[in-house]
């Protein structure tokens, strides 16, 4: 981990705890309205769909098949669009869903996701999470392409490396934009029910490695600890005021 600066990362000296500069833009989430996933997820919202990453009831079905329909160049603008709420039928009228998307089909997403202004309107980071979760690609090590045959050449316009590549700039970008709004220290409750933030916090420093690392991608898992930032951040807030 790298040291804190209190300079560069406004340290408050009062409170030994950087207070979130960015209030109003934490729970701001994609937006353009022309762009599926923005639309997708604004739909999701106001139709309230599932937003548990691991249901055993539904499986976020409804979402899983509008990332479908939107790698497939569709958008819930289009007057054809019938992934909603009450439809549940999506078998008989767009097909199996796959378990796992196809490379061609999370290219065509993190493309999507890469268009996406991450600022409004106010989206649960909850469906970000399931968004990066079905775009996911694992790392591919070069030395075994190339014991496979593949020439340098080849590998570098293979779709698995394609995806990568874009899977980690996608995941560079959303953490630039997300590290401005978690907080530099993390707090804890001291025996006399006093609060202290002096612990280095940990989401702030893996958003950071995130930015400089290809090996160290976004996940889920990220965005359920920066949102848990944002709930101590919040009860911060109230015992100051």
């Not at 040291?3 to 340290?11: A, E, F, L, S, Y």
């Not at 409750?189 to 609060?195: A, C, G, V, Y």
Request: proline letters at 4%; one cysteine or more; a neutral charge.
């Amino acid at each position: 981990m790298s040291k804190i600066d209190p300079k560069r990362d406004g340290w408050n000296d009062k409170t030994n705890f950087q207070i979130n500069t960015y209030p109003d833009e934490k729970f701001e989430m994609p937006v353009n309205r022309s762009n599926p996933l923005g639309l997708l997820c604004e739909l999701a919202v106001q139709e309230e769909w599932c937003e548990e990453l691991y249901c055993g009831t539904c499986g976020h079905t409804h979402f899983r098949y509008g990332l479908l329909e939107i790698a497939h160049g569709k958008s819930p603008e289009d007057n054809d669009w019938i992934v909603n709420s009450a439809i549940t039928d999506y078998h008989d009228l767009i097909g199996e869903l796959p378990k796992t998307f196809s490379i061609e089909n999370k290219i065509s997403l993190l493309e999507i996701c890469l268009e996406t202004n991450i600022k409004e309107p106010k989206i649960p980071l909850d469906y970000l999470g399931m968004v990066l979760h079905h775009i996911a690609v694992k790392r591919v090590n070069p030395k075994v392409l190339r014991s496979q045959g593949y020439s340098v050449d080849e590998i570098k316009v293979l779709s698995i490396c394609r995806a990568r590549v874009l899977y980690e700039k996608l995941s560079r970008k959303w953490a630039k934009v997300f590290v401005k709004t978690v907080n530099v220290a993390s707090g804890f409750w001291t025996k006399d029910k006093s609060m202290h933030f002096n612990v280095s916090n940990k989401s702030y420093h893996d958003l950071n490695n995130i930015i400089r690392s290809h090996h160290r991608v976004l996940t889920a898992q990220d965005l359920q600890s920066i949102e848990k930032d944002w709930e101590n951040q919040e009860a911060f807030v109230k015992m100051q005021s």
